[in-house]
């Protein structure tokens, strides 16, 4: 089976285009088979494109697994000031997304492999929907790295399924890594995350603004079961799933 975080994908190539539509913004977006999502904007991508705290104005900040641009690409026109680091480990997304950007003129977009010694050592933010599929061990070691490049006032933003994994990650992020975790939304099964250090520099627990927040809903927390639901926490991610990701090959 080819997968999408892969750096050169085996798939025969497919050329197609997504159209991204915002009330902010609208971009047509080339993609091809051998990346995540290519033939529709994943419902968990739109999910953050639609809710998350908007970028800084500038700074340096982070898509962590572009794909073919979605994410990059928006956090590029809402700050035209800010250099928008796309990155993934599959190299015909890399490319995708550098077509797109130009296409689109965003020059402030500049797509990387993981390992680009080019890439600050310090973020102003984090957006991502993460490459569950690569499993949860991978997963955690991706996270722990990028996460610890956030500057001690800036954020990530991950989107992710409930039924992939988003309270185990949740729980995991706050209870095990010590990160400050509050969910901003939660629409269709998916959970958008607010991930920050547990306290500012001032010492003062630190909680994103705006979009109103909570550490979890009543009756919701995820290290509990969801009686009404059935639904119980698996402590682990689903990792066969074909459409959603943390995108380290996005959507």
Known sequence: MAHYFTPQPSAAHRPGQVRVVLPDLYLELSTDSGVFSPGRLDPGTRFLLEQAPLPPASGDILDLGCGYGPIACALAARSPGATVWAVDVNERALGLCAANAERAGLANVRCATPDNPDIPSRLAGIWSNPPVRIGKEPLHAMLRQWLGRLAPDAAAT????????????????EKEEGWSVARLSARSGYRLLHVALASAPDGKNRHPI??????????????????????KPSGGYVTDHPEQSVESSDG
Do not use: E, F
């Not at 705006?210 to 009404?228: C, F, L």
């Open 210 to 231: 705006g979009r109103g927040s909570q550490p979890y809903p009543p009756g919701d927390d995820p290290r509990t079961p969801d009686v009404a639901s059935g639904h």
């Open 158 to 173: 991950l989107v992710m399924g409930r039924n992939l994994g988003a309270d185990s990650l949740h729980a995991w992020l």
